[in-house]
Nanobody, 115 residues
Framework: QVQLVESGGGLVQAGGSLRLSCAAS????????MGWYRQVPGKQRELVAD???????YYNYSVKGRFTVSRDNGKNNVYLQMNSLKPEDTAVYHC?????????WGQGTQVTVSS
């Protein structure tokens, strides 16, 4: 089992920045891709960005050039640096990890961007 705990959400004005952190604990050996999804009430959860264990990244087109995903394999942490935030980035952001084909999720952290 892998436990994921997010931190770093909050309220920020449009154009501002936030950095989300996710700490993984438990049986983390063998964890593969880690990343971030977000969800708005009434909509499907969408992939924001992820990073595999050799540093390969993927970004949703809506955040490319503004968000940066990174990872510390030694600490089993994953981060999301969010710059130039827009009101449409408002959502609950969930940390995600895959280990041996099993998905693990954090509880989520709220990000609210005011206009």
């Amino acid at each position: 089992q892998v436990q994921l705990v997010e931190s770093g959400g909050g309220l920020v004005q449009a154009g501002g920045s936030l950095r989300l952190s996710c700490a993984a604990s438990g049986s983390t050996f063998g964890t593969g891709t880690m990343g971030w999804y977000r969800q708005v009430p009434g909509k499907q959860r969408e992939l924001v960005a992820d990073i595999n264990n050799v540093g390969g990244t993927y970004y949703n087109y809506s955040v490319k050039g503004r968000f940066t995903v990174s990872r510390d394999n030694g600490k089993n942490n994953v981060y999301l640096q969010m710059n130039s935030l827009k009101p449409e980035d408002t959502a609950v952001y969930h940390c995600h990890a895959v280990k041996y084909g099993i998905d693990y999720w954090g509880q989520g952290t709220q990000v609210t961007v005011s206009s």
